[in-house]
């Protein structure tokens, strides 16, 4: 076989990680080069260099370093009974590329994972290495996440974690049913335990930061998990509660959903379809409601039929119409938190009504500059000048129509 | 009436000065102009001079110098307006719901985001000169952010030396300072670099064609963009193909490739090659499966006259799931091609499809197969033979000619000539290549490898004269 050039091997070996939904650059410590020396900079917020016409955001080189995988995950296109066509980079390459595209402003740094060959510590040191020469050789700035291999040496686990911005382990699939069934290699047990020893090791490192400024950083952009979802039976309860208890336990700074996604040569266990591209968005809108939005987990079980959260409305809009009593809320009183309630107020449109109400009384025009739109929100508010007639009924008006299956 | 002439689209400085010199004048009697632009109004001149600072909120200053890059006309009058509202009322900027506030607020964030598309969307190319590396880029701004975007990238490309050309303003920095210089044209910029070819690899590899959301893609990266982005050429080729990709990934799935092989298919007659090979991917029937990559399964056409078996994959094989890609593989190629056999009309296996090894620091050492594995994996060889009916058996090496007799050979002995089947083939035995690349002595190697090579001569010419009598 004739030896794979550097952008064959890319080819392969971006195509092989293009299932990791995770591009975020952003919440690490604050770097520049501007004394002159080295390369590049991150400044809390990431950048989206691209955006692929699957809507996903192109912010680092995500890459695998090998394709090749002992593990033969059913889900996985890496699978070592894949029949995908296999390419190892060297470290060498892998620096080489980063580097290149980072002068271009093609990226923001490198995101890189790989199949594990030999055994996991071999694995996990070939990818340690490629972080280390970025830093140590180049003195590169710029952002760093490391898939980190479960298995592997805490020692090498703990070097990854001084190179990289961000650290990860995926738990793969919401319930330990799931990854019996799907990936029967891997251990729940030893997942949750790699992932204790790396929140550990953050915690570790930040109460030595407060003694010791001069203390190297750990993973200051903290770790992240993914699960992928509909590959398996787990209900939306079950995986916000999952998600909820991986917040909890592991200090993680984000879990990610990836809608299952038919890949080339997949394996019969899987449901071979279009990928639940709306059950992943409205997992999402669960998770900000948990992390943003004071909910609960069992208020946004709430909100499912039957531990399914609607397709055609959002959780949010859901939830208030199984709690209809909590309406309407009066803009110009009501708490910080009955006001996040409100389906179609977000976040920063709650802090400019609560800023701008200490000054005057807001009605409906004030309402309508600071947000995206009132129609939706005219139900659910009390303002200066309005107030809902309580007998609407609203779901046929927030609902859009969805085209039917074929049969 | 009173006109005041900034300096530049996005003078700030020249504002604070005029403003401070404008308290009682009321907005609507101010006109603001930017030098150069050739409005021709005439009117009384501000008053210049060192007036006091005015006292405003702590966010003001901010807002005001992102806001002053915006390319509304009435921004500076907006400014001003705010300016001496602020004096009436100090919490104004509060009230988010104000219209004033409201209308400053849309502007500044039109500008937050011009800088951040700017951030994300400026493409260095690299025009090497006398003094080495230097990188330059051509973007398009909406608004006159290119002063305001500096520090973003000097802080991140300092050790470079770039240009950021566009329409308005120019950056250049030279690894000490920054310069600006007035506005350019395209045709100034580098019109492409080799990398983008790399980059629009990854761009297109990246992307899933089982998830198409191209309003999302547009919503974050907006077709005015697409001009100045090597990879949005590719867009439209991959939307195209999307459908087609998946329906093609949902239609190949399915085959139950990773479920162990039981026993012997119950359906009579050998199975296709293709189909023996999805089976052998999933073979757990000796323990060598577990360490080792993947099954390396033979490979070649299904007519193929010649099938030449090896010993077992190497770490090479089992990383590239193809038999003889390593060195030994190298070596075989030549020998094949000096012999006059073409590789790509033979089919190539090895007697054991797993790789088996002792791992030795980070490198994985070849360890030879015991005979319980070379019994359980003649299950595949002699399915494969079934399958291919090769008229001629080559042997290469002592594993692969116990596998084809199921007895020990003495290679030397047996070496050179043609053993008749049962099946009607010749079977004809061989060094391994492997062996000729350990041997430590050059002479010795060079000698083995004239006889391998003359080996393989005389089965090129039994092949030649089976298909002229075919």
Redesign the interface.
């Known amino acids: 076989m004739a030896q794979l050039d550097t952008r064959e091997k890319l080819a392969i070996l971006a195509d092989a990680a293009k299932y990791d939904a995770s591009c975020a650059s952003s919440g690490t410590a604050k770097r520049n080069s501007k004394d002159g020396k080295g390369l590049g900079s991150t400044e809390g917020m990431g950048i989206c260099h691209s955006y692929a016409p699957d809507g996903r955001c192109i912010s680092l080189l995500k890459i695998l370093l090998t394709n090749s995988c002992i593990f033969d995950c059913h889900y996985c296109i890496n699978r070592r009974s894949s029949n995908v066509r296999r390419a190892r980079f060297t470290v060498e390459e892998v620096v080489r590329l980063t580097l290149a595209f980072y002068k271009r402003n093609y990226i923001e740094g490198l995101f890189l994972s790989s199949g594990i060959i030999a055994s996991p510590d071999y694995t996990m040191e070939q990818l340690v290495r490629v972080a280390r020469d970025l830093r140590q050789v180049h003195d590169f700035r710029g952002y760093i996440h490391l898939k980190t291999i479960p298995d592997a040496d805490p020692a090498l686990v703990e070097a990854a974690g001084l190179y990289a911005d961000r650290l990860s382990i995926n738990v793969e699939l919401p319930t330990d049913a799931g990854l019996v069934a799907l990936a029967p290699e891997k251990n729940a047990l030893r997942i949750r335990g790699a992932m204790t020893g790396l929140k550990t090791a953050i915690d570790d490192n930040k109460d030595a930061r407060k003694h010791y400024r001069s203390a190297p950083k750990f993973a200051p952009a903290g770790q992240s998990t993914q699960m992928i979802v509909g590959a398996d039976a787990a209900t939306d309860s079950a995986i916000v509660a999952t998600s909820a208890s991986l917040y909890d336990r592991f200090g993680l700074r984000r879990v990610y959903y990836s809608a299952f996604s038919p890949i080339p040569d997949a394996s019969a266990v899987l449901p071979l379809k279009s990928p639940p591209l709306i059950r992943e968005h409205r997992l999402y809108q669960a998770d900000w409601l948990l992390r943003f939005y004071g909910f609960s987990v069992p208020e946004v079980q709430a909100a499912t039929d039957d531990g399914a959260l609607p397709l055609d409305i959002d959780p949010k809009t859901a939830w208030a119409l199984k709690h209809r009593d909590s309406f309407p809320v009066d803009i110009n009183t009501a708490p910080r938190e009955r006001l996040l309630r409100v389906p179609g107020l977000g976040v920063k449109s709650v802090n400019a009504l609560v800023r701008a109400r200490r000054q005057r009384r807001l009605g409906l025009a004030d309402l309508a500059r600071v947000t995206r739109g009132i129609d939706k929100l005219r139900p659910f508010v009390v303002a200066a000048d309005w107030r809902p007639d309580d007998r609407l009924d609203l779901r046929p008006k927030t609902a859009r129509p969805v085209q039917g299956e074929l049969f | 009436m009173t006109v005041v002439t900034l300096a530049a689209p996005d003078d700030f400085d020249g504002f604070r000065a005029a403003v401070r010199g404008l308290v009682g004048t009321p907005p609507a009697a101010v006109t603001w102009q930017v030098a150069g632009d050739d409005a021709g109004l005439f009117g009384d001149a501000a008053p210049a001079g060192d007036a006091p600072p005015l006292r405003v909120p702590k966010a003001f200053p901010d807002l005001a110098r992102r806001v002053i890059c915006h390319r509304d006309p009435e921004r500076f009058a907006l400014l001003h307006q705010a300016l001496a509202g602020l004096q009436a009322r100090p ?1 104004l900027l ?6 004033l506030v ?1 209308r400053l607020d849309m502007l500044d964030k039109a500008v937050r985001r011009d800088v ?1 598309k700017m ?8 025009v090497p000169d006398a003094e080495g ?1 230097h ?1 330059a ?1 051509w973007f398009e701004p909406a608004h006159f952010i290119v002063r305001l975007n500096a520090g ?1 990238f ?7 030396r770039f240009s950021i050309l566009t329409p308005d303003l120019c950056l250049h920095w030279d ?2 300072g920054a310069e600006f210089t007035p506005g350019a044209s395209k045709a100034d910029a580098p019109d492409g ?1 080799p ?1 983008e ?3 629009k ?17 547009q919503g ?2 907006p077709k005015k963009y697409w001009k100045n ?1 090597p ?1 949005a050429e590719l ?1 439209p080729d ?2 195209a193909g ?1 459908g087609e990709r ?1 329906r093609a ?2 239609a ?7 479920a162990p092989v039981a026993e012997a298919p119950a359906v009579a007659g050998p199975k296709s090659l293709a189909a023996l090979k ?1 089976e052998a ?2 073979c757990q029937r000796c323990p060598l499966w ?6 390396v399964f033979g490979e070649g056409p299904a007519d193929a006259l010649v099938m030449l078996v090896g010993e077992q994959p190497g770490d090479q094989e ?5 038999p003889f ?1 390593g060195p030994a ?1 190298q070596l075989l190629d030549a020998a094949l091609a000096e012999a006059g056999i073409d590789r790509t009309r033979a089919y190539v296996t090895n007697a054991v499809k797993h790789f088996k090894f002792e ?1 030795r620091g ?1 490198r ?1 050492i070849h360890a030879k197969p015991e005979l319980p594995e070379i019994d359980a994996c003649r299950w595949w060889l002699d399915a494969e033979r079934a399958a291919l009916k090769p008229r001629i058996v080559v042997a290469l090496g002592a594993t692969a000619a116990r596998a084809l007799t199921g007895r020990a050979v003495t290679i030397g002995r047996e070496r050179g000539r043609a053993i008749a089947q049962p099946d009607g083939s010749e079977l004809w035995i061989t060094a391994h290549p492997s062996f000729l690349l350990r041997l430590p002595d050059r002479a010795a190697a060079a000698a083995e490898r004239m006889r391998f090579v003359a080996d393989l001569a005389a089965v090129a010419a039994r092949v030649t004269a089976i298909a002229q009598g075919a």
């Not at chain 2, 509060?94 to 219209?99: G, M, R, V, Y």
């Not at chain 2, 000097?154 to 470079?160: C, E, I, N, T």
């Open positions: 919490k509060d009230d988010a719901a104000d219209p409201r951040h951030r994300a969307y400026v493409r260095f190319r690299e590396e990188y880029a973003f000097v802080r991140r490309f300092a050790s470079m690894g000490i670099d990398l070819a790399t980059w690899t990854y761009y297109a590899s990246i992307f899933n064609p089982a998830r198409l959301k191209i309003a999302s893609m974050h990266m982005l990879e867009i991959l939307i999307a998946t990934m949902i190949a799935g399915g085959a139950d490739t990773s999805a991917l999933g577990a360490p080792a990559t993947q099954t089992d990383l590239a799931g193809r890609v593989g791992p980070k994985r």
